[in-house]
């Protein structure tokens, strides 16, 4: 069994190295194989330079800054583990969570696996949390879905789903997030959801206003005719 697991980043110099000591740590003293796939998107600080002073790290980038989404599937088009998954480069998830993710995949029958903040509510500001969930159930009900917490940044899938996922994905900011989950419906794909303990950052990228409306219109994209249609033609 082969682990791939993503790191899509941006900017992340001030955190990139412990993140990688800590994920590299945690995965030679539990895995024989791995693969850690850092995504520098278009950076213009020094996180493509650190990423590759780690021995072994794969290291992907590109000069123009092109969103979250995009460097996550080009971390999947890359990937060549039996699991996959993708994780923030600012260690707001524990590397804990991937073994606790892999006893899900080996006890049922799911496809994906969804990472659910547990602690959410405790950790965010109050604007944000009042905005996050009014969000959360206006996509879980325009894409139909039962998994609480599409915006997770902890997800993982075997490797022929997520090959499938991200071969089709089109959205590439916020809103890529609720794509692959509503793409795991589209193509049968069974997910199911692990609770995780979430570090919340103070000097988050995320812009509620802003970032609020690139989710509005990614939602709308999703419904119209012609994305359906182009999904439906690569099934």
């Given at each position: 069994?082969?682990?791939?697991?993503?790191?899509?980043?941006?900017?992340?110099?001030?955190?990139?190295?412990?993140?990688?000591?800590?994920?590299?740590?945690?995965?030679?003293?539990?895995?024989?194989?791995?693969?850690?796939?850092?995504?520098?998107?278009?950076?213009?600080?020094?996180?493509?330079e650190?990423?590759?002073?780690?021995?072994?790290?794969?290291?992907?980038?590109?000069?123009?800054?092109?969103?979250?989404?995009?460097?996550?599937?080009?971390?999947?088009?890359?990937?060549?583990?039996d699991?996959?998954?993708?994780t923030?480069?600012?260690?707001?998830?524990?590397?804990?969570?991937?073994?606790?993710?892999?006893?899900?995949f080996?006890?049922?029958?799911?496809?994906?696996?969804?990472?659910?903040?547990?602690?959410?509510?405790?950790?965010?500001?109050?604007?944000?949390?009042?905005?996050?969930?009014?969000?959360?159930?206006?996509?879980?009900?325009?894409?139909?879905?039962?998994?609480?917490?599409?915006?997770?940044?902890?997800?993982?899938?075997?490797k022929?789903?997520?090959?499938?996922i991200?071969s089709?994905?089109?959205?590439?900011?916020?809103?890529?997030?609720?794509?692959?989950?509503?793409?795991?419906?589209?193509?049968?794909?069974?997910?199911?959801?692990?609770?995780?303990?979430?570090?919340?950052?103070?000097?988050?990228?995320?812009?509620?206003?802003?970032?609020?409306?690139?989710?509005?219109?990614?939602?709308?994209?999703?419904?119209?005719?012609?994305?359906?249609?182009?999904?439906?033609?690569?099934?």
């Amino acid at each position: 069994m082969k682990i791939s697991v993503i790191i899509p980043a941006y900017n992340e110099e001030d955190i990139i190295a412990e993140m990688l000591s800590e994920y590299w740590s945690f995965l030679t003293n539990n895995f024989t194989e791995f693969e850690i796939i850092v995504v520098d998107d278009g950076s213009l600080d020094k996180t493509l330079e650190i990423a590759k002073s780690f021995e072994n790290t794969i290291c992907i980038s590109y000069k123009k800054n092109k969103g979250k989404g995009y460097a996550v599937k080009r971390g999947f088009l890359r990937a060549t583990g039996d699991y996959i998954f993708f994780t923030d480069a600012d260690l707001s998830y524990s590397p804990e969570n991937i073994s606790r993710a892999i006893s899900i995949f080996q006890k049922t029958k799911a496809s994906g696996v969804m990472g659910i903040r547990t602690n959410i509510d405790r950790d965010y500001p109050f604007f944000r949390r009042l905005v996050s969930k009014i969000f959360a159930k206006l996509v879980r009900y325009v894409i139909s879905t039962n998994v609480t917490d599409t915006q997770c940044g902890f997800k993982g899938f075997e490797k022929s789903t997520g090959k499938q996922i991200f071969s089709r994905s089109q959205i590439f900011d916020f809103g890529f997030d609720f794509e692959v989950i509503y793409l795991s419906g589209v193509l049968g794909k069974p997910l199911a959801t692990l609770p995780v303990s979430f570090k919340h950052r103070k000097e988050t990228k995320v812009h509620m206003l802003r970032d609020s409306v690139r989710i509005l219109k990614d939602l709308i994209y999703i419904k119209r005719s012609s994305f359906n249609e182009n999904i439906q033609k690569t099934v």
